[in-house]
């Protein structure tokens, strides 16, 4: 009975339907805006070709979402990082070294007060060539402690000069009595000059009343140093 009723138009108009539906039932399954999260796409499944340029912004990423594994060689230069972004508490220790720092990248100005102390500073890092000529005129270097003595005698008058090594002047120094003192006073204590230098430091004392006269000496000492 149905092979008798089955004609070229109603295989056409059943396709026709067919065709109308199948569109029909595509439209109904699009997918809405943010339907597809996180966990609806594979691993690796969004590569770089599927992502528009600037799609990706930093209010799109979690925090700690992004590590240094995860940054090529270079990716992050200085025109990619906002003023102040980088702070202390981000930065590992030690993670800064000379080799990470070009030249000349960290003036007086980025030093904060205090900040660079003693215990920071490697063993011979401060030569002439990082002082300004005026403070390296005042420094004094190669330090020495020179002394010198008198016998240890009565007599009344004595006079002791320590001299500095050949190069050095005196840049402090001073006297000391030894021995009987009853009556032994210093009378002078002043640099030893030899023409525009002082070369070491010279002592004077005396012992004063009638006698018999005690066993004392002088001492003289000089501290040297390059000028």
Not at 6 to 29: E, I, P, R
Not at 44 to 64: D, L, M, Y
Not at 87 to 95: D, E, N
Request: positive net charge.
């Amino acid at each position: 009975m149905l092979k008798r009723h089955l004609t070229v138009a109603n295989v056409l108009s059943c396709t026709a339907l067919f065709v109308a539906l199948g569109g029909a039932a595509y439209a109904a399954v699009k997918i809405p805006p943010n339907a597809v999260k996180a966990r609806n796409i594979a691993n690796q499944a969004v590569t770089n070709p599927k992502i528009k340029r600037e799609a990706v912004t930093s209010g799109k990423i979690r925090n700690g979402g992004v590590n240094a594994v995860d940054l090529g060689a270079g990716q992050v230069t200085n025109e990619k990082l906002a003023t102040g972004a980088v702070t202390s508490k981000k930065i590992a220790k030690k993670a800064v070294s000379p080799r990470t720092l070009a030249s000349n990248a960290v003036g007086t100005d980025a030093i904060a007060a205090e900040a660079v102390t003693t215990a920071k500073i490697g063993k011979e890092a401060i030569d002439a060539s990082k002082i300004s000529t005026p403070l390296w005129a005042q420094l004094v270097r190669n330090v020495t402690y020179v002394n010198t003595s008198t016998v240890t005698n009565d007599e009344q008058n004595k006079t002791a000069t320590a001299e500095c090594p050949k190069g050095k002047e005196a840049i402090a120094g001073g006297v000391r009595l030894e021995g009987e003192l009853k009556e032994v006073a210093v009378t002078g204590s002043y640099p030893f000059a030899s023409g525009n230098s002082r070369t070491g430091w010279t002592g004077i004392a005396h012992e004063s009343g009638s006698g018999p006269y005690g066993d004392w000496s002088i001492v003289a000492f000089a501290v040297c140093a390059e000028l």
